[in-house]
């Protein structure tokens, strides 16, 4: 996995260093590679989250289901399958789009986590310990106030995510990771570089932009659902006087 990670961080490596070289700042850079990554994958994005609130969206018919055939486990795994075939929708359609999402983020942050590693260029050794805005240097650790915004970013991301409420250990599940997941974000964010904790903030504020578009693209598909459902043929009448 190691292998794998490295081979991706020196890619993102070389674009780096290319940003800088036409920006001049490592911060700023840092920020465009972030965006620049975070937009190539919105079509990975796009098709992981779509696929999983599809799936959300059936769970009160898929527990329908499981509870009528629970005695028929053929039947059940068939009436699941026409069930899937009429939404359109895929169970494992989100899988792929997050591997990738996934092995992305864990390269970049390989390279963020030691960049001196992967950096052909002996001016990015000294640039990864630019100052940036109130940080010192990009490659130490900010106290607080960085690890707060990243924090607070990944709160607003969950806070903005499509998840219906599917009771059980599923709402717990959802609410442990809205609450814990930020603050567990904010206390790694302490000990990480700088330049890692501003990269996290960054991805978690666009990933906001992102699902409240989401979330739009799926009421939007909702009304049309609902709409056509609502249709009806007309038949020929007589006139109209």
């Known amino acids: ?9 020196r890619p993102l490596a070389f674009l780096l260093q290319l940003l800088y070289s036409l920006i001049g700042n490592y911060g700023i850079s840092l920020i465009v590679l972030t965006t620049v990554i975070k937009l190539a994958m919105y079509p990975s994005y796009k098709a992981q989250m779509m696929s999983t609130m599809g799936m959300q969206d059936l769970q009160p018919k898929v527990r329908e289901i499981q509870n009528r055939y629970a005695n028929d486990r053929q039947m059940m795994n068939q009436k699941m399958q026409e069930l899937y075939q ?7 359609a989100g899988c792929l789009p997050m591997i990738v999402q996934m092995v992305v983020i864990m390269g970049l942050f390989t390279l963020l986590r030691d960049p001196v590693r992967f950096m052909s260029s002996e001016k990015m050794v000294f640039a990864i310990h630019e100052s940036f805005l109130w940080i010192e240097d990009l490659a130490q650790p900010d106290p607080w106030i960085l690890p707060i ?3 607070l970013a990944t709160f607003a991301s969950f806070f903005f995510q499509h998840n219906p409420s599917q009771g059980g250990a599923n ?6 990771m809205k609450y814990v997941f930020p603050i567990m974000i904010m206390w790694l964010a302490k000990s990480y570089p700088a330049g890692l904790a501003l990269y996290w903030f960054v991805s978690q504020f666009l990933q906001i932009f992102f699902n409240l578009r989401f979330d739009m693209l799926k009421k939007k598909q909702m009304e049309e659902k609902n709409g056509s459902r609502k249709r009806k043929p007309v038949r020929a009448g007589k ?3």
Do not use: H, R, W
């Not at 009429?86 to 494992?92: L, M, R």
């Not at 709402?171 to 442990?176: L, P, R």
């Open 171 to 176: 709402d717990i599940m959802q609410k442990m």
């Open 86 to 92: 009429q939404e359109g929708v895929s169970p494992t």
């Open 1 to 9: 996995m190691e292998f794998v990670l490295s081979m991706i961080a």
């Open 239 to 241: 006139g109209v006087n």
């Open 149 to 151: 915004l990243a924090g």
